[in-house]
């Protein structure tokens, strides 16, 4: 969700064998959600510079 303050990260959840670590839920200009699983730890972050949120995934 994109609003005056930048975006908001207003749902997640984990797969399967995976844990949610950290959350920064914003609004901001980027949020983050880190899960950690088997394989290691994923960062989701969905940066907002103007129109639309562009999601990058880091591991």
């Given at each position: ?21 950290d959350?920064?839920r ?24 103007g ?9």
């Amino acid at each position: 969700m994109r609003g005056r303050r930048g975006v908001r990260l207003v749902s997640w959840a984990p797969a399967q064998g995976y844990r949610v670590r950290d959350v920064d839920r914003g609004p901001d200009e980027h949020v983050e959600v880190r899960f950690a699983g088997p394989e290691g730890e994923d960062e989701l972050r969905v940066v907002c510079v103007g129109s639309p949120p562009v999601p990058q995934r880091r591991h």
